[in-house]
């Protein structure tokens, strides 16, 4: 087998190709600035028109950006893929003579489903045993989790973990009193801690999944290039059950391979690194990944919210190599459920790419690192562009008609981006500007299409057409939905508010549905469509026709987004073949392994009412079992004589007034004390149940109806 080494990389080839893929964006944009400029100059430019140019200009350099990097992929793919890459480092024949090193395999959590979260270590743990790589591997699980019954049941769910698959001293657990910089200051805490032991870390989020075999994979290329800092895998979306989370993953897997292909060839060893489903060498991440805390306050300073862009760009400052590898198979992830929770996110990574903003000039990052920093920033920053670039040619055209001018143009002119213009020159810009949107899709439908086999994974060549078709509808309909958020989310972020540290939803049930909250969030998208719609409608039917497809999407921006969140919809669109994919048609034996697991897991009983939001608590004090494991692994701290008459006072009180009237911090207050857990313990099996509040007494009545399911049964 013919390998390539990255050693022997050279610049002119990658000079080349970034010329190639640089100047295509240049002349797609030139050629499209030329008819823009062409339509507005016509009648004289004034100040509006000449905005409408410059905002045009960088919005559709955007979109030539992604088009070229599809083109490109699709030209490489057709020509049977790229020599360049790092997968083709590793022969993958040579099996177990290759070596391997200690790998660290980390998962930071805050506030998770614990099943999703075991039962995926789980299934990871027992995929590396089964490719007999075990010895080379251990396990963390590195909890930021703020809620006293997620922090208990996590403690559960690791030490049952263990014992069934045999763990111990390879399955660890680690809760951080304080949450200082959320997940990149999680993993640095374990990298201060434990780094020096591991040559690799392979980072995963709560929902990631990757097979043993893919583990395995990742560290051989790693090892057979000692020069690479950061190889990022492709992850896939899978596990959607709602409309919307069927419709994104089926995105996923049918585009992404064009774009990926794209990226890895004018990119090269310059990728980025995405934060997860990721291989790290230790040393230098530690040495030169150290994040800096930039000037001002939040949202734009303070600690970087969005570490992983700025982790690639110092790997790369000290001169270590970041790769993609997109041919890589089984790297897995899961998405949001719901257009809302999709929201939610972006809200997030808003702030902490808007941050970047700092870095852009920062001294000694590459070019391609600005590049990454700047497109990450722009992400956001394009939708008030595009926001900007339609309110304007509105207000222009509005103006117009006001003035009676359109009264005098003849009837061969009609409206285009708000302007009196001959059909066929603004129709050629309008086709070229769709082309360059839709083109990327239809040549992604055809590479499927011409492989048989993927075709048959996809459900056949009827279906991928057909779902291709359904999902470019509904992005149609919610890029104006986006495009209000995130144009939110910048202005807040400019105007100095900042996001808090939120639990990602990432299952839904069909009971979550809410039209209350559905009319909360998207009540001014509504009024927005209509009132904008019903303007255009009456002073210029023409200009309301041309937006129509913005104005559809925020006028129903209500019932489209509680359609795309229904679970019985997504189930419904499955059985009748709409948005599969192979994932789904002809999963790993991993994915099938984790989702029998689950559907066991939530079968189980859960606790009732009165006693969910405290059942944690509830098991630390009361069973013995959970007292004891939660208590070794507690650090044994000695309080002062303030500290122990405060845990002494809060103990009298959980036990008289029940957890209920305790505040959270005041009850994770006493799960971080070792000796406040031994004495309630000791103290509730003593008392009598006159001596208790009512909450312990039912407690104690339904807690061995809520046991009787064995603990072990609940996290297999």
């Not at 585009?255 to 990926?260: D, E, Q």
Request: net charge positive.
């Amino acid at each position: 087998m013919k390998t390539f080494s990255t050693d022997r990389l050279h610049p002119p080839r990658i000079a080349r190709r970034r010329m190639v893929f640089f100047s295509s964006i240049f002349v797609l944009t030139s050629f499209a600035t030329w008819f823009m400029a062409d339509l507005l100059w016509r009648g004289g430019l004034d100040g509006i028109e000449i905005a409408l140019l410059v905002l045009f200009v960088v919005l559709f350099a955007h979109i030539a950006t992604g088009f070229c990097t599809a083109l490109i992929g699709f030209f490489v793919i057709n020509r049977g893929g790229d020599f360049c890459r790092i997968t083709s480092t590793a022969d993958w024949t040579a099996g177990r003579d290759q070596p391997l090193a200690g790998t660290a395999v980390v998962l930071p959590v805050y506030n998770e489903d614990v099943s999703r979260v075991f039962e995926g270590l789980r299934v990871i743990y027992r995929s590396v045993q089964e490719a007999r790589q075990l010895e080379h591997f251990d396990f963390f699980i590195l909890s930021d989790s703020d809620q006293p019954t997620q922090w208990i049941q996590e403690e559960v769910a690791w030490v049952e973990l263990c014992k069934q698959v045999g763990g111990l001293g390879r399955i660890f657990y680690r809760k951080r009193r304080q949450a200082i910089n959320r997940k990149s200051g999680n993993v640095a805490d374990f990298l201060r801690r434990w780094g020096r032991n591991y040559r690799y870390m392979v980072v995963l989020d709560a929902d990631s999944l990757m097979t043993g075999q893919t583990l395995v994979r990742l560290v051989g290329l790693m090892e057979k290039n000692p020069a690479v800092g950061i190889i990022q895998t492709a992850p896939r979306i899978v596990n959607g059950g709602t409309l919307y989370a069927r419709m994104q993953q089926f995105a996923n897997r049918l585009y992404s391979p064009l774009f990926l292909a794209g990226l890895n060839y004018w990119q090269q060893h310059g990728a980025n690194y995405w934060g997860h489903n990721a291989i790290i060498r230790v040393q230098p991440f530690m040495e030169h990944c150290c994040l800096p805390e930039l000037p001002g306050r939040e949202p734009f300073g303070g600690r970087i919210l969005s570490h992983d862009f700025v982790e690639a760009a110092l790997m790369s400052k000290a001169g270590w190599q970041v790769w993609i590898a997109p041919e890589l198979e089984g790297s897995y992830e899961e998405g949001p459920p719901a257009l809302i929770d999709s929201a939610k996110r972006d809200r997030r990574w808003c702030q902490g790419n808007m941050q970047h903003g700092w870095l852009l000039f920062a001294r000694g990052f590459r070019p391609v690192n600005r590049l990454h920093l700047f497109l990450g920033i722009m992400g956001y920053v394009a939708s008030p562009l595009w926001l900007l670039f339609l309110l304007l040619s509105s207000i222009n055209v509005f103006g117009v008609v006001a003035s009676g001018g359109f009264a005098a143009l003849p009837e061969a002119y009609t409206s285009v981006f708000g302007y009196q213009v001959e059909v066929p020159e603004a129709l050629t810009l309008f086709a070229f500007t769709m082309l360059l949107l839709f083109l990327p899709k239809a040549l992604s439908v055809i590479v499927t299409l011409r492989n048989r086999e993927l075709t048959a994974a996809f459900g056949g060549s009827l279906r991928v057409v057909l779902s291709a078709l359904f999902e470019s509808a509904a992005s149609t309909l919610l890029a104006p939905i986006n495009m209000l958020f995130n144009s939110k989310f910048v202005i807040f972020t400019l105007l100095g508010q900042g996001v808090s540290w939120v639990t990602q939803r990432r299952r839904l049930d069909e009971d979550d549905t809410d039209w209350r909250a559905a009319i909360l969030t998207h009540a001014g998208h509504t009024v927005i469509g209509l009132i904008w719609g019903l303007s255009a409608f009456i002073l210029v039917p023409q200009f309301f026709w041309w937006l129509s497809p913005v104005l559809a999407g925020l006028a129903f921006s209500i019932p489209l987004s509680i359609f795309l969140s229904k679970t019985s919809f997504g189930q419904a669109a499955r059985r009748l073949g709409i948005f599969l994919t192979p994932e789904e048609t002809r999963p790993c034996y991993e994915l099938k392994r984790l989702r029998q697991n689950l559907n066991e897991c939530y079968k189980h009983l859960r606790p009732i009412e009165p006693l969910r939001d405290d059942y944690g608590l509830l098991q630390a004090v009361l069973d013995p079992y959970v007292n004891a494991v939660h208590v070794s692994l507690l650090r044994q701290r000695r309080p002062s004589e303030e500290s122990r008459e405060y845990f002494l006072l809060l103990r009298q009180r959980l036990l008289r007034e029940g957890p209920t009237r305790l505040t959270a911090k005041e009850k994770m207050a006493l799960l971080l004390d070792a000796d406040s857990l031994i004495w309630l313990h000791r103290e509730l099996w003593r008392l009598p149940a006159g001596a208790l509040a009512g909450w312990w007494r039912l407690a104690m009545r339904q807690y061995n109806v809520l046991t009787a399911t064995p603990v072990t049964a609940l996290y297999r």
